[in-house]
């Protein structure tokens, strides 16, 4: 077990501000959870193509965070591994970016951030959206009681400068397997 001066020392290498934490608020990962601390924006964004390259028809991905935390440039990498050559921009001014792929497909990237509520985002039929395509919501936190209850989230924080840390969470057997080749692709473990 961790002592509080470990913890400390902990944060000291690895640059990340120091919190005093109560051991036992920590954060424990289960089999539908994962952390992964970005080092660099490229980082993030290879992540996302790592992520992008797995995605299909029907996948719901929510991303939280605050303004800076990097979402637009993880998307920059899903839509890239995903297999667009398009130019991936935040959709805050026009609420959904749409993203083709060569072979026909659409992958949508909807930006929440400007809705007032959940029922300003039925009106985009996001349920029609996932029938035909890949949708990535930033700003999920703020529509998330209208969204399908499985889905993949990652919560993304500020850490440094160039430090962004990821929580991802699988909700459903689907984002299960996703979530598992994932961590399988970054850390070799399943």
Do not use: C
Not at 33 to 56: P, Y
Not at 164 to 178: I, N, Q, T
């Amino acid at each position: 077990m961790l002592a509080f001066h470990d913890i400390k020392i902990l944060h000291l290498l690895h640059r990340i501000p120091f919190r005093a934490y109560n051991l036992l608020d920590m954060p424990i990962f289960d089999n539908q959870s994962m952390e992964f601390i970005s080092r660099h924006a490229d980082q993030t964004r290879r992540l996302g193509v790592r992520l992008g390259l797995m995605l299909q028809v029907g996948d719901l991905i929510g991303l939280e965070g605050e303004l800076g935390s990097g979402k637009t440039t993880l998307v920059q990498g899903i839509v890239s591994g995903w297999g667009s050559p398009d130019l991936v921009t935040s959709p805050s001014f026009v609420l959904v970016n749409v993203y083709q792929h060569p072979q026909g497909q659409r992958l949508y990237h909807v930006d929440a951030y400007r809705l007032a509520n959940a029922a300003e985002a039925e009106d985009l039929d996001i349920f029609g959206m996932l029938e035909s395509s890949v949708v990535v919501i930033e700003w999920a936190d703020r529509i998330r009681t209208i969204l399908p209850k499985e889905n993949f989230w990652i919560n993304m924080h500020w850490v440094a400068e160039d430090q962004r840390d990821m929580l991802f969470h699988a909700s459903g057997e689907r984002y299960l397997l996703l979530l598992n080749e994932l961590r399988h692709q970054i850390y070799g473990v399943s």
